[in-house]
Every structure is written in C-alpha cells, then in structure tokens.
C-alpha cells in the first residue's frame, strides 16, 4: 500500500494583504519553515490570540545556532529539545506548584515523602541536574530560562546577564545559551566537537 503525501495547507492572501489558511480563514505568520496560526477573536478583549513558536524553533528556523554548518545547526536544535523534554516530563514546567530542582520537592506534599511520585520523573530531574553540572554556572542560567522555561533571549540577557542594552542582552544570551548547549550536545553524542 502507497504511503499517501501529507497535503500541504494551502493559503490565500485576503483583501488587507494578509495571508491566511483556507480552512480554517487563521492568520498565517511565517518563521523559517514553520508557520504559527493567530486565531482571531477568542482572545479576550484585544481580540487576537498568536500561537507563539518555541524560541528554539524560531533559533534554528534563522539558523542562529550555527550559522556555517546546516546540519550542526539541525544537531544543537535537537540537543536543545531533548534538554527541554527532560525539563517538561521531569515536571519542571512554569506553575504554582514548581520544585526547587536542588531539592528533593514536589511529591505528594506529605514531608516524608517528598519525591517525585514517578520514577521517569526521577530519572529526568537526575538528567537535569547532571546537565546543570555539566553546563557550569555561568551558562546555565540562560540555558534554563531560554531552552528550558522557552523565554525571549533579550528577557534573558537583562535579567541573567544584567546588561540593559537590547543588542548586548541578546548577544550576551545567545552566546552563553549556544555553549551551554554545544556542550550538552557533545556529551550526549548530537555532535562531534
């Protein structure tokens, strides 16, 4: 049996000049080979609700990552991904409810038994930490806010590194989270060095 070809969106360019799916009549933003929908209308007062892409996706979309090597690139993507993944499924994710991963929290609540409920959660926080190690303290800052809690490489310069300046927060970040992860990449075999 033929595999069939996933049918491509197809979009259409409306009156306003904006590109939008023919489907389901979204807004169409384009990032590299991705594209993220706005849905309009159910967004609260403003009206409008965008479906923000990853920051690693929109890095490795302008190939920041490695800007010689194409597949290099493609590699420090995925290592940064499976670092995300262990922080997601380590339950680390932004909520109330967040653990000090230095710690031993986050369980069920009862003092004496204050580990993870799971043992893959164990498993992933001990990923985590070793990845913390391995990285060092100047850099894991950056990589934990930008690869794994997915926030703007300029928030990250400014509140990690301290600079003020637009243009040095992102360089500053963007540098200490692509040596944070070329090492996580090498160890765990993405990359050669």
């Known amino acids: 049996m033929a595999k069939r070809k996933p049918k491509l969106r197809e979009t259409y360019t409306d009156a306003d000049g904006i590109e939008r799916d023919t489907r389901t009549r979204r807004r169409v933003i384009r990032v590299g080979t991705r594209a993220a929908h706005v849905r309009e209308g159910d967004g609260g007062p403003l009206g409008k609700r965008i479906s923000r892409l990853p920051v690693i996706e929109v890095l490795k979309a302008h190939q920041r990552w490695d800007r010689e090597d194409k597949a290099r690139n493609d590699a420090l993507a995925k290592a940064a991904d499976v670092l995300a993944t262990h922080w997601h499924l380590a339950g680390l994710t932004a909520n109330p409810k967040t653990p000090n991963i230095m710690g031993v929290g986050a369980g069920t609540g009862d003092p004496a038994y204050m580990m993870p409920t799971q043992e893959a ?12 190690e391995m990285i060092g303290p100047r850099c894991w800052p950056c990589v934990e806010a930008v690869v794994c809690e997915d926030r703007d490489l300029e928030d990250a310069g400014r509140m990690l590194a301290g600079y003020q300046s637009r243009a040095q927060a992102i360089a500053v970040a963007l540098e200490r989270v ?13 990359v050669r060095y």
Request: glycine share 8%; proline share 0%; aromatic share 4%.
């Open 178 to 190: 692509i040596h944070g992860v070329e090492i996580i990449a090498v160890v765990w075999g993405h």
């Open 121 to 132: 959660a164990v498993r992933h926080r001990d990923t985590i930490r070793m990845a913390r």
